[in-house]
């Protein structure tokens, strides 16, 4: 099984749910919309059709990132927020992404943490401590850290430890150094950026990829994503 689907909504939602069978909402990553929104999404989606959800910033990203400029409430001053740190502030945050997963009868959440959450003792600490408060019946955590350090951790060990996915794109990277999960979560943000277009022989190589996988989730995050998407579940069906 491989689903596919962009970052975000690409195209209006009719048109999207009859060209494609999986979203990764990044709207509750900045600001968690209305458990009613959310809930108006899935009654108008395909029964089979799958939200995956991004973890509210609060969780992962410390106030000085630019996200938080689209973030449309205050914190207190005081609040120790971002880093999975273990504070009243960042388990709230995590209680209401899991609400919005809930209200999507979404299976998985994207925690993808900023380059400044580098792998130090400090750091490999807060995740085991995030995996052990942050457990939620229902829902499968999908792990994505970003930044050259991490390179030299293998996620795979860390993840399977913790009962995550390891996240990763790839086209752009070798996967994980450990024996793989048979589930993958991929997040392709373009060989050179986020206006790099996929080739054909891109999308063939994607497609003997995910063929090594029982289940496959695959979302785009480029600027010709919607285009992209398409592309691949089409060569999808002609293997």
């Keep these: 099984m491989v689903r596919v689907g962009c970052c975000g909504w690409a ?21 968690p919309p209305a458990l009613s929104t959310l809930r108006r999404w899935r009654q108008a989606a395909p029964p089979q059709f799958e939200f995956t959800v991004k973890c509210f910033q609060v969780v992962t990203h410390e106030r000085k990132s630019p996200t938080y400029r689209r973030l449309r409430r205050s914190l207190p001053e005081d609040a120790q927020v ?18 919005c997963a809930q209200a999507l009868r979404a299976r998985v959440i994207l925690v993808q943490m900023p380059p400044s959450f580098t792998p130090t003792p400090a750091h490999l600490e807060q995740v085991e401590e995030f995996a052990r408060w942050s457990r939620t019946p229902g829902v499968q955590i999908a792990f994505e850290p970003r930044g050259e350090g991490w ?15 390891c996240v ?72």
């Design 82 to 99: 971002g880093h999975l740190r273990d504070t009243p502030w960042v388990r709230a945050a995590w209680q209401e992404t899991a609400l």
């Design 168 to 239: 990763y794109d790839p086209l752009a990277s070798a996967p994980p150094r450990a024996a793989g999960q048979e589930i993958a979560y991929f997040r392709l943000h373009g060989l050179t950026g986020y206006r790099y277009r996929y080739t054909h022989a891109d999308l063939d190589r994607l497609r003997s990829i995910v063929a090594g996988f029982r289940e496959a989730w695959v979302f785009f995050n480029n600027v010709s994503m919607w285009d992209d998407a398409r592309r691949f579940r089409a060569c999808l069906q002609k293997a």
């Design 151 to 165: 390179a030299q951790v293998d996620l795979s060990v860390l993840c399977s430890r913790l009962g995550w996915w």
């Design 11 to 31: 195209a209006a939602q009719r048109r999207y749910f009859a060209a494609l069978d999986a979203l990764e909402v990044q709207q509750t990553f900045y600001q």
